[in-house]
């Protein structure tokens, strides 16, 4: 099992698209984030998730909240991702997927990694999970749970 609602993030530093540290320590306290973990750039599911973050950005920024997607591709595949799809947040690597297993986010189907997004408010607290290999919810749902939060 995942974190849950009312659970506190891990701190964690990893590497942005543009080999740039990002620490969430950083934003606790300050911003809700919204970190959604996905398997794997440039595959249909995953483009697709994406363009709807992108899609959705200015709605996010709008409620004071920082996107951030992770999966375990390089920093160099990120950037080329990013900048293929034009999307405007970070792209966090985690090569060894160690921010993975500290979220505990658990595979699909036993072989995929999984597709899970976290709501978090400026405290650091979950205050929402989704899990769902169904790309374009997370974001319908990320901004419900961010309107529902006091920001």
């Given at each position: 099992m995942g974190l849950k609602v009312g659970d506190e993030i891990p701190d964690f530093t990893l590497p942005d698209q543009y080999g740039k540290v990002f620490s969430s320590a950083d934003l606790k306290g300050k911003k809700p984030m919204v970190i959604y973990f996905y398997p794997k750039d440039d595959t249909p599911?995953?483009?697709?998730?994406?363009?709807?973050?992108?899609?959705g950005y200015e709605q996010f920024q709008e409620l004071g909240a920082e996107v951030i997607g992770i999966s375990s591709d390089s920093s160099e595949k990120h950037r080329n991702f990013a900048e293929k799809h034009r999307l405007p947040f970070t792209l966090l690597a985690d090569t060894d997927k160690k921010v993975r297993k500290a979220f505990k986010v658990e595979k699909h189907l036993l072989i995929l990694p999984g597709r899970e997004t976290y709501v978090v408010d400026r405290k650091g607290k979950v205050a929402m999970v989704f899990n769902s290999m169904g790309a374009s919810r997370h974001i319908q749902e990320a901004l419900k749970a961010l309107k529902s939060i006091k920001l």
């Open positions: 599911g995953c483009t697709k998730e994406a363009c709807g973050f992108r899609d």
